[in-house]
């Protein structure tokens, strides 16, 4: 059976009789929200669990103490009671006011001596009066001492058995799924499960099963067993055993998303990730996931387990904001694509970006807007006209089967045809473009003619990408307005378009301009986009429009060739401009 069900399983039938009818109707189903577990998530992360001193007195271990000296006091972890236990708590300690308006209150379920034991009646002055609850298996979690013990008998006091130990010898802080985090968040008074039902969705987990785990335990969608896991294969996290995730993820990523958010069961979509990282898969679901309905991402800035982590509260932002529906136009449809709900601000997907790890910490880029509106209300206060989701032109559903590449054979350049979608219309991992950047800078070539054959790093990245990957791309991040680079850099660049490799063209930083589009040059410039977005919008733009028609001699192209190119160019333009 998997825990909490209420959070878990279907939709609230509810039975009305109305106007003297014998018959029942159904109320409206209760919504439901599909949340979707990212990759080096803190906002799925807990602090190490640590035995607690009453574990150490128990088993004779030494205690924690302060610098001082003194006797630390226990951090409860939730956990699961195996049995139903009677517990006396003593009145009006929940609140240092409430002895003041005692007579306020109905008399207490009985008395405790100072020998601890229980009456009905005070049987002395000093006899505590005390509420007797029994507490339940069924209840949920509860927040009690941890007593947990390494295998030697020894206490747990970090996340390791040892400095240094591998990662098999090592306990897991990030969660598989984000179920146990609604629990919790419905334990400490969120009332998650009165706004809606969810599914859990493990798209690029952070935590994983090592020893695999039954169908019959799973708090996931899913159907079997789930095999044995392995690190940076099927779950990725950061920390003393960092594993990142891989670009072939970005198409499972897309996959799971799309497949949830088309099964017409969702009332929205909550995606859960790195602060660092969400930034990116949030608008690269931005553009890939053909859906009217919401999508909102959270971070958190601090692990659970601390003073007031911030990831519950965005979590239940992203709720509400759900729920609210300020997201929808006249016609129903979301006309805000995916955001990042963050401290109680809605960010546009595009140009959300981490500035600092600090709740409040991040910012909109590019100067014109990225606030779309606040979780006070909630209220929006502006609505892109970037297209996204639905209305993106790079959405999966619209994207062709297969595309034309380029690839070196033999030493010879030669196109070759790749297949971008299965026969089930899902994206190919090995298919998703290779993209990668490049950083100029004026103030670097030694004389005005730098020749380009010096700029070996661009050279060997360009023959790189021709030796293995037939969809690829680079993006190449100058100064505004024109994101210049030195004369060396911009020759040694301009050979990647001519052997078919488009070529993205941003500003540095965070600029407030737009780069000046130049038909005549062999580049696509990229807006006001930073080089990290430019490289996933470039990405999905490859597997629409497949690699520039290249030049026989890269070397000495021909007028037909550079028009040719630069037609297939303005195709990744017109993209550039309107995502």
């Given at each position: ?8 399983k ?42 607690s ?35 006396y708590?003593?009145?009006f300690?929940?609140?240092?006011l ?26 002395h ?13 069924e ?8 007593m ?54 493990r798209?690029?987990?952070?935590g ?6 039954p ?5 996931d ?7 044995p ?34 099964s017409?069961?969702?009332?929205g ?20 996931i ?58 546009s ?12 910490g991040?910012e ?29 032109e ?8 297969e ?6 054979e ?8 790749v ?17 990668s ?12 003619d ?59 930083g965070?600029?407030?301009g737009?780069?000046?589009v ?26 629409k429009?497949?690699?520039?028609p ?25 993209i550039?401009?309107?995502?």
């Open positions: 059976m998997k825990p909490w069900p209420q959070i878990s279907g939709s609230a039938l509810f039975l009305i009789l109305a106007c003297g009818l014998a018959s029942a109707l159904h109320a409206q189903d209760k919504p439901r929200i599909a949340v979707f577990s990212g990759p080096t998530a803190t906002i799925q992360n807990n602090e190490p669990l640590i035995t001193n009453k574990a150490r007195e128990q088993y004779g271990l030494p205690t924690l103490k302060d610098p001082w000296g003194h006797v630390l006091v226990d951090t409860p972890r939730p956990q699961r009671l195996a049995a139903p236990v009677t517990v708590i003593e009145m300690t929940a609140h240092p409430e002895s003041d308006v005692k007579e306020l209150y109905a008399p207490p379920d009985g008395y405790v001596d100072a020998q601890g034991r229980f009456s009905k009646q005070r049987t002055a000093d006899d505590k009066p005390v509420y007797a609850v029994v507490l339940k298996p209840d949920g979690l509860y927040a009690l001492p941890y947990g013990r390494q295998a030697d008998g020894s206490a747990w006091d970090g996340v390791a058995t040892h400095p240094g130990a591998p990662f098999s010898q090592s306990r897991q802080t990030f969660v598989p799924n984000a179920s146990r985090i609604f629990e919790e968040i419905e334990r400490n008074g969120g009332g998650v499960a009165a706004k809606a039902d969810y599914d859990f969705y798209a690029a987990p952070a994983g099963y090592t020893k695999g785990l169908a019959a335990l799973r708090t969608v899913g159907t079997g067993d789930i095999p896991e392995k690190l940076g294969v099927d779950f990725f996290s950061y920390g003393p055993y960092q594993a990142s995730q891989t670009r072939p993820i970005m198409a499972k990523v897309v996959n799971v998303v799309q497949a949830a958010m088309a017409g069961k969702y009332a979509g909550i995606w859960l990730e790195g602060s660092p990282t969400i930034e990116d898969t949030i608008y690269w679901l931005n553009l890939m053909d859906t009217p309905l919401p999508i909102a991402g959270n971070a958190a800035q601090r692990d659970r387990g601390k003073v007031s982590p911030d990831g519950d509260n965005n979590i239940l932002n992203s709720i509400d904001y759900i729920l609210s529906k300020v997201w929808a136009g006249e016609d129903g449809r979301n006309r805000l694509g995916t955001v990042l709900i963050q401290d109680e601000v809605i960010f997907s595009r140009e959300v970006q981490k500035g600092d790890a600090r709740p409040g991040y909109a880029t590019g100067g014109f807007g990225g606030i779309l509106g606040t979780m006070t209300g909630p209220q929006i206060t502006f609505v892109p006209t970037r297209k996204n989701t639905y209305r993106s790079v959405r999966v559903t619209a994207l062709p089967t595309v034309e590449g380029v690839i070196r033999n030493g010879a350049l030669k196109t070759v045809m297949r971008i979608k299965n026969d089930r219309g899902e994206l190919i991992g090995s298919a998703i473009p290779k993209v950047i490049v950083k100029g800078d004026l103030w670097y070539d030694d004389a005005a730098g020749p380009p054959a010096d700029e070996k790093g661009i050279k060997g990245n360009i023959e790189m990408l021709l030796e293995k990957y037939p969809l690829a791309g680079i993006v190449g991040e100058g100064l505004a307005p024109y994101s210049s680079m030195s004369a060396s850099m911009e020759k040694a660049l301009e050979q990647a378009p001519l052997c078919g490799i488009p070529v993205v063209k941003t500003a540095r965070n600029a407030h737009f780069v000046t130049n038909p005549r040059n062999l580049y696509i410039e990229g807006n006001n986009l930073t080089a990290t977005k430019a490289r996933l919008l470039l990405t999905a733009a490859i597997m429009y497949g690699a520039l290249r030049a026989a001699d890269p070397d000495q192209p021909t007028a037909a060739e550079l028009d040719a190119i630069r037609k297939k160019i303005g195709l990744y333009q017109a550039f401009q309107t995502h």
